[in-house]
Structures are given as C-alpha cells and as structure tokens.
C-alpha cells in the first residue's frame, strides 16, 4: 500500500498560518479517527504533536490544530515561529499503518 | 519519564546479520505494544514490525520479506530487531517506539540506532 500523500513542502512568515494536507483513501483516513502527526527536527526522532485526528499531546502549543475532511487530514500551525520549521509526516492505522511522504516546512 | 534507548547499530557487511536492542523504562513495559520503525535518511518514516504486550502476536510492513524478526523480553524490559541476510537498501535509522493504550498513534519514540550495510 503507497504511502499518505503529503505536499513537499510548504513555507510561511512568522505569525502567519500553514496547512500540510495528507491525502490518502477511504479505506484509511476516510475510514477512522486514528490520524496522527509528527514533527521531525534533522536528526531527531520524530515528535507527536497531534493524534486522533484533532487532539494536542500536553505540552504542544494550541499553534497546532488538526482536521479532516473526507480522505483528507490536515495540520494548521498558526502564528508561525522560526523553530516550526522541521519535516512533518503524518500517521494512518485502518488495519495498516501507513506514514505520508513528509512536508518540510520553511519559515521564511 | 518514558524512555526508549536503542543499541546494537552500526556498520555491517552486506549479507551480515545485526540484533538491535531497546531498553525500555518509566512505564509498564508488558502493557504496550512495540514497534520499529525504519527510516532511511531523507525519506519518510515506514511501519516495519511491531508486537504485542506478551509477544505472542507480530505483525510486520510490506517490505519486510521475511529477514527480520521482532521480539521482546519483558523481564528485562528489552525489545528487538534480528535483522539478517542485510542488504545495502536495508541501510537506515530504526527507531524504537511505543503504540499508545487505546488507541493508534505512536506517542514516545527511541532516539534510534543507524545501521549502514556496506562493503
């Protein structure tokens, strides 16, 4: 099974908002709740920062927020800050556990 | 504090074999399933293997075809990877990571082992 198709990247202002899109089909995040993201700072382990689609573990800033829509999950990260930027990939389980092919986020 | 450290990495000759160890602390290891996850440097992540709380249950990605092996001593609170018949493409980063109770996302992640298969 392909992996989650994530754009490569995408890049914001300080302050502004982004959203990394993660496509994948309704037998995986169309299907369930269990969509995960997680940011990678290089070489770093990757870090959660958001599960069950729209849940922030502790200790996350409320800068990031998730959704889905469809087959489709998202990551907003508002009021950018220079140490947002890092890879961000996110996470499917339907039966499978299947990761997207990663964004690396810039600020500018 | 939950903590997962990764050993056993390094470099090996193609067709060698390498058993990655996890020792796992600050949490009641037995509980959990486990996993590895394997990233080559500059790629995406992939699911490799993972095992349940008594090891009596494994599940493994596509790409595993049979090489590598998943277990686990909770005794000693130790997770592994048997990696055998290495091949260069095998080459990459192996992280340790737990699964959450009750639900699936992946919450606490090793630091990971490198292993470079070269001649």
């Known amino acids: 099974q392909s992996a989650l198709t994530q754009p490569r990247s995408v890049s914001g202002s300080p302050g502004q908002s982004v959203t990394i899109y993660c496509t994948g089909t309704?037998?995986?995040?169309?299907?369930?709740?269990?969509v995960s993201w997680y940011q990678q700072y290089p070489g770093q382990a990757p870090k959660l920062v958001i599960y069950?689609?729209?849940k922030r573990p502790s200790g996350v800033p409320d800068r990031f927020s998730g959704s889905k829509s469809g087959n489709t999950a998202s990551l907003t990260i508002s009021g950018l800050q220079a140490d947002d930027e890092a890879d961000y990939y996110c996470?499917?389980?339907?039966?499978?556990?299947?990761f997207g092919g990663g964004t690396t986020l810039t600020v500018l | 504090e939950v903590q997962l450290l990764e050993s056993g990495g390094g470099l090996v000759q193609p067709g060698g074999s390498l058993r990655l160890s996890c020792a796992a602390s600050?949490?009641?290891?037995?509980?959990?399933?486990m996993h590895w996850v394997r990233q080559v440097p500059g790629k995406s992540p992939i699911f490799f293997a993972r095992?349940?709380?008594?090891?009596?249950?494994?599940n493994y990605g596509d790409s595993v075809k049979g090489r590598f092996t998943i277990s686990r001593d909770n005794a000693k609170n130790a997770l592994y990877l048997d990696l055998n018949s290495l091949r260069v493409e095998d080459t990459a980063v192996y992280y340790c990571?737990?699964?959450?109770?009750?639900?699936?996302?992946?919450?606490?992640w090793g630091q990971g082992a490198l292993v470079t298969v070269s001649s």
């Open positions: 600050g949490f009641t290891f037995s509980n959990f399933w």
């Open positions: 309704s037998s995986d995040v169309g299907a369930y709740k269990y």
């Open positions: 990571v737990r699964e959450t109770s009750g639900s699936y996302f992946l919450d606490y």
């Open positions: 069950d689609v729209t």
């Open positions: 996470l499917s389980y339907g039966g499978k556990w299947l």
């Open positions: 095992i349940n709380g008594d090891g009596s249950s494994t």
